[in-house]
């Protein structure tokens, strides 16, 4: 392409994708797909490769910098970042409008304007001619840090202000006066966005979980994530964690206060004239007993929200009132940051326990004395890792400072050590693996100790998602997930621990993420109510090998024969135990349909000390399993005796559980797949190649209408 033409296609690719940046970050709508503005962007990356003296600093391309700084350049603030005073009580809220109007002489009769307090780093963004030229850090609130070059990697933030129309800044209502001033300072002047830079609770998720799995250590939280990723040298690593920004105030050139906008609400909107993204929360409140409902509304809405807020901050909606109330000492008088009362408590640490996650790594949790702390009783805590330990000081026994905020992880933030009585035990890595009992070692230059045996995890959560899956104990809304993250908790580290979650571990189960009350007792509802487990589905959750629901069913028979129960009643573990030691291999051997080869794999399973263990913890833990009347005299239904059925595809009027209940009970047998020697094929809605293949070997395909019957 000429020259003349790349200066042309390369202004038109700018406006381009910056109109699809600013619809997909600031006003969170997709307008093309990603893949496509990719290209957009490769297509001028290349343009401006071939004539380098066109790129221009507000060029897309420009978000990530080349080559990392050696240092933060120092940067004064035209007019001071200023801190704010804290409120944690109406009462600290009602005494502050008392002060105010104590020193205006006069009461109150202003209006409020609300805004969520976000949890991030403050960011001045300085805009000459309406490019951005600096971005700086608050620092000291006098002189902050030049963190252009990272700052520029947010998409949220552009590069270039938009330039309102005449008719939006009308319908803003701005005078022709104020838009002319507007415009003026867009065209030739200094306007100054001021902000927080956060990281979503989800992108921290993503990248903590990443970070796990490269052994790398974890952010500790979302401002720690901001804070790290923009006060680092490299824009690169800045750009990687995908941060966000939201505006809360504007300076506009030298002009004072109310000259230009009037209130705090009509600088939100210009804010969002001039494209930059400010919450949507943000609220105009008649009078304090408005502010408080607003903050008891976000407090019950915070965990929700995509990101943390540590509060809200109100502020006189009357702009004039900011110069006339002032600042005193270091805080303003016009605004106050109205906070959530304190996440943090003291307690003793009595255990340190070493889960195993998924890549094998050991990470402590702290067995805590039970606290309430942030709304909830907490009793767990994670520590990341050794290093954390050792650099915290922690043994048993200490006192400790944790925070929970919301339904994030509570922490140990420091340990007391003036507490001590000198009866605290030091704390040592673990010699063996708690899940597995294999080697664990420190791998080089990681933090972490792992377990050696790599199939450690996934072993275990593989046999206890087998334990909760549908056909065996049915533990339905106890899915793989939370399976693996009471794992990864160390809540769990068998089948039979998730029967120790009961109303005394709620305060375990709210020391999870993402855990709130509401999921906890829900859990338990789940665990609770599979507490009897009828003997075959026992037998078969097991995981025995080569024992799948028939042959499970089988066994279950072979135990009522030996038991003879009179009545449906609970089966104790050790009478079920001696009975299975009471067969020889052999007696396996000759039972229906179990070979050698299965027959083996059930001897052994019960003459293994670690599988007794296993099976006495059950008990322990409230498993009561259910034997159906087999008395001597009772006779079996034989309707189906002896006849086999497959079932396939869907049946509208019963589960397939329950189709299968009703064969056995009538003295049939289902199996998975069809033979020769299959009596029936049960073909529900799209059944597929068991139809196929029992047409082929001319077995009787039953539709669910004719297998009701049969039934019947
Ligand atoms: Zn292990």
Redesign the pocket.
Known sequence: MKKEAAKIRIEKLKDEINYHRYNYHVLDRETIAPAALDSLKNELFSLENEYPDLITSDSPTQRVAGKPLSKFVKTKHSRPMISLFDAFSESDMRAWQERNENYLKQTWNQEYYCELKLDGLAISLHYESGQLQIAATRGDGVTGENVTANVKTIQSIPLVLRRPTTAELKAAEFSARETKIIFDLLDNGVIEARGEAIMTKKVLRDLNKKYESLGKPLLANARNGVAGSIRQLDSKITAERHLDFYAYDLLLGNYERGEVVATKSQLDSLLRLLGLKVLADNNICKNLEAVFTFFNGVGERREKLAFDIDGIVVKANNLKMWPTLGVVGKAPRYMMAYKFPAEQATTKVNDIVWQ?GRT?ALTPTAILEPVAVGGATISRSTLHNFDEIQRLDLRLGDTVVIERSGDVIPKVISVLKNLRTGKEKKITPPAA?P????QVEQVDDEVAYR?L?KK?FAVSLRQIEHFVSRGAADFDGLGPKLIEQFMAAGLIKDAADIYAIDETKKSDLLSLERFAEKKAENVIAIINAKRELDLARFIYSLGIRHVGEETARTLAVMIAENLHPEKKQAVALSSLISTFQSKSRDDLANMEDIGPVVAESIYSFWHDEKNLELLKKFERNGVKIIIEAFGKNKSVQTKLAGKIFVLTGSLLGLTRDAAKDKIRALGGKTTESVTKNTDYVVAGENSGSKYDKAKELGVTILNEEEFLKIIE
């Open positions: 195993v094998g693996c899940m597995c009992g294999g377990c045996n450690c």
